[in-house]
């Protein structure tokens, strides 16, 4: 798929979301039951490296306002301006654009201001600034708190009351701070707005909005609020009360975030060059730059990330969905829709989180992984989130995503779900023999001749073809919507993960498949509950008898602390050479029951009426099994791995079978150590 039908499956995803969406304009567009705000460890930013955006609290006697990120598009304008830089297909409401080698220079972070003698300090931090005077930091106060007097404008914008201006012209490239002073009011009590512009007077962010800005239905950026009153040229509902002695009294008061939908801002240990601001046309990924449809790039690249958040209105602890946007999308779809929210969050009193993955296009591998990594291990450490009750689910190349880390990160899951999700190979069949194989080997020859690479994953920006690492979700429930008539997601890929699904031992699954739907129809018609049933009150296995876990040493990243060795009570697991490597081992330590499996195949309808086939394999029963000092399995292209004695229950005096390809280490965290090294089978007893 060339760029140009890509960005027209964009618009059209966008004009079908459109359509589905019942909603006024509003956050939090599920209508939640009253309820009091729910407060959470992550509303008092003081001294935190995360919060939810649009909060303003007092920490130690300073003020400060934390903003939205990317979110820097001005006035909504009569004629829509193009596409913003990055946006991989979405639209912004406001119209305003920078200069070619100034974009996101205006992206307000935070506002900071304290009280030093008789001066006002104020500090705004910029996402993004290259040189001294490419942005201004305007200030209206209104110094007497009253509406009915003062005049002044800000930037030509109406500012009810306001009359007194401070503007700061030149910011610090190297730290992206913009400084500034001006004589403390004298009354006790008064108001504050404040914009940010390019160097022009362009007004491109608002502060002081809160934390219920909107994103529409098209949009990724939460600010269709600042676009319209940038629109309307006031900006007076806008601005933050200030009160003197709190800033003299060194006061502390925090900001209870209610239920809904927001954004959250996570501070990553990660950059991309160089460091700050958005790439247009994106830092491409392993495949470097391609002519597939939805190829890798990367294209936020500062170390502030945010994310999609939506906090239902019932108590702590929550179960939590990660949730994965699919190509040339953002981590507002799905994550904002009315029905997703409730039936995959209020109904389970879960909080659903939506990476942006580092762009429209990330694949969630490699840096993109990192940010999903970043989002939950944010979240686990901010909100009352029971860690056996987290999910994955992802939509198209979000449902890529989830079969990725759901089998490269196992012991994190309680369940997985996917709908129409990318395999990563568009040949792959369910036919006897894979006839097609000599097709793609003839393509993948002359991809390599042109691009210098080969076309290892078919048309897409995936790293491996995900079905070969199936086997590693036994223990990880998965649901997955596939339609007979996608356009993006051949069925025959859709099959083939059916049929290595009934291959995989073990794993419990549901596969339905809806011969009329095509590859938009789940998001057009919001409805999720099958697959939210599915998925509700599962329970992440910690401990389980068996260990299934298949790994590939090249799609590791260790740049950004990307290690995939390691599954329940076996962690270390290095290869002998390229290529899969492959750890099936057994624990009779323990004495867990044997489980016991049914498959099956039914029909039925919905979401309304819309027809499927499902094929299944349910837990039927367990059968009680005596506890043995025993290990047992298969290795594979293993040099060496790690055994937890005590999580598998193995203590000195272990017996083992054991079936290897060649030398192999087997390690004790007891201090035990066993090596082999002839092929074939070993049985033994390590004292």
Not at 16 to 37: D, E, I, K
Not at 253 to 267: D, L, N, S
Request: charged share 20%; glycine share 10%.
């Amino acid at each position: 798929m060339n760029n140009r039908m890509r960005r027209n499956t964009a618009l059209l995803s966008c004009v079908f979301l459109l359509a589905c969406n019942h909603s006024s304009p509003g956050v939090g567009t599920v209508n939640l039951p009253a309820a009091s705000p729910v407060p959470a460890a992550s509303d008092t930013f003081c001294g935190k490296t995360s919060w939810v955006a649009g909060i303003h609290e007092l920490c130690s006697g300073h003020l400060v306002y934390r903003d939205y990120i990317y979110d820097d598009y001005g006035a909504k304008a009569d004629v829509p301006a193009a596409e913003p830089p990055g946006a991989g297909g979405a639209s912004s409401s406001g119209d305003a654009r920078y200069p070619a080698d100034a974009v996101n220079t205006a992206d307000l972070v935070r506002l900071e201001l304290w009280l030093d003698g008789n001066d006002i300090v104020v500090e705004a931090e910029l996402n993004t600034l290259y040189t001294a005077t490419q942005t201004i930091v305007a200030l209206a106060l209104d110094t007497d708190n009253n509406p009915a007097t003062g005049t002044q404008t800000l930037l030509d914008l109406t500012v009810t009351g306001a009359d007194l201006v401070q503007q700061f012209n030149e910011g610090d490239p190297a730290t992206n701070l913009v400084r500034g002073r001006f004589p403390k009011p004298a009354d006790d009590t008064w108001k504050i707005w404040a914009v940010t512009a390019q160097s022009d007077g362009t007004v491109m962010n608002l502060a002081f909005r809160g934390t219920d800005e909107v994103t529409s239905v098209n949009g990724a950026f939460w600010e269709d609020t600042q676009a319209a009153a940038l629109q309307s040229g006031d900006i007076s509902a806008f601005g933050a009360s200030v009160n003197v002695s709190d800033l003299m009294g060194g006061t502390t008061r925090g900001f209870e975030v209610k239920p809904g939908f927001h954004q959250r801002v996570y501070t990553s240990t990660y950059t991309l060059p160089p460091g700050e601001g958005i790439s247009a046309e994106g830092v491409p990924g392993r495949h470097g730059r391609t002519s597939s449809g939805c190829e890798q790039y990367f294209n936020y690249l500062g170390k502030y990330q945010p994310y999609a958040f939506f906090l239902p209105s019932g108590a702590g602890p929550h179960a939590l969905v990660v949730s994965l946007h699919g190509c040339d999308s953002n981590h507002s779809h799905i994550a904002r829709q009315d029905v997703f929210q409730k039936q995959f969050g209020e109904d389970l009193n879960r909080i659903i989180v939506q990476p942006l993955g580092r762009g429209a296009d990330g694949w969630f591998t490699d840096i993109s992984e990192r940010d999903v990594l970043d989002v939950l291990d944010d979240t686990l450490h901010e909100y009352d989130v029971d860690p056996d009750q987290v999910i994955v689910a992802g939509y198209s190349m979000g449902g890529y995503g989830v079969m990725h880390l759901a089998a490269l990160y196992p012991d994190l899951w309680a369940a997985a779900v996917t709908w129409v999700g990318n395999t990563a190979s568009l040949y792959n069949t369910p036919l006897p023999g894979n006839p097609v194989t000599a097709a793609e080997r003839q393509l993948g020859d002359l991809y390599r001749e042109q691009f210098g690479t080969t076309l290892a994953s078919g048309d897409s920006g995936a790293i491996s073809d995900v079905v070969d690492f199936i086997g590693n979700l036994r223990h990880i429930p998965l649901v997955s919507l596939y339609s007979g008539a996608d356009y993006l997601v051949p069925v025959n890929t859709a099959l083939y993960l059916r049929q290595k699904l009934g291959e995989a031992a073990g794993v419990i699954y549901d596969f339905y498949l809806h011969p009329t739907a095509e590859h938009l129809t789940y998001a057009v018609l919001d409805s999720w509950q099958k697959e939210a049933d599915f998925s509700a009150n599962r329970k992440r296995v910690k401990n389980p008898a068996q260990v299934t876990y298949r790994t590939d040493a090249q799609l590791a990243f260790p740049e950004y602390a990307i290690q995939h060795d390691r599954a329940y009570w076996v962690s270390d697991i290095v290869g002998r050479a390229e290529g899969y490597i492959d750890v099936d081992l057994k624990s009779l330590g323990c004495g867990q029951p044997e489980p016991q499996f049914m498959q099956g195949d039914d029909t039925g309808v919905g979401p309304l009426v819309l027809a499927w086939q499902r094929h299944f394999r349910q837990l039927a029963g367990e059968t009680a099994t005596t506890a043995q000092n025993r290990i047992e399995g298969t290795l594979a292209n293993v040099s060496s791995l790690t055994i937890d004695s005590k999580a598998s229950c193995l203590s000195p005096g272990t017996a083992y079978r054991l079936t290897i390809d060649g030398p192999v280490t087997l390690r004790f965290s007891d201090g035990r150590s066993l090596s082999l090294s002839a092929a074939g089978l070993n049985e033994g007893t390590l004292k």
